[in-house]
């Protein structure tokens, strides 16, 4: 049974900065092309950063120069550090494991906002 399991979000103030992190389980983590995704209210749910199992990654334009995506395969781990945060970042993000098949977390709340 395939998990992905986020967390790090929570509320912070425009300017700040948070990192999530997905952890992976039933998989064969080291050879998923990982991503985070976003989605606010009444919007649909965008990339945000995505890295493939060789490393590279793809950013969005409004990530580019302030989320840095990365992995760690000896932990399962996707990671999404995020800086300079505005009140546009707010969303739920979602973790996203992907190769032949694609799997989701459940996602996880980020508020910026004073």
């Known amino acids: 049974q395939v998990q992905l399991v986020e967390s790090g979000g929570g509320l912070v103030q425009p300017g700040g900065s948070l990192r999530l992190s997905c952890a992976a389980s039933g998989i064969i983590f080291s050879i998923y092309a990982m991503g985070w995704y976003r989605q606010a209210p009444g919007k649909q749910r965008d990339l945000v950063a995505a890295m493939a199992s060789n490393g590279s990654t793809n950013y969005a334009d409004s990530a580019k120069g302030r989320f840095t995506i990365s992995r760690d395969n000896a932990k399962n781990t996707v990671y999404l550090q995020m800086n300079s945060l505005k009140p546009e970042d707010t969303a739920v993000y979602y973790c996203?494991?992907?190769?032949?098949?694609?799997?989701w977390g459940q996602g996880t709340q980020v508020t910026v906002s004073s």
């Open positions: 996203n494991a992907r190769r032949k098949q694609n799997y």
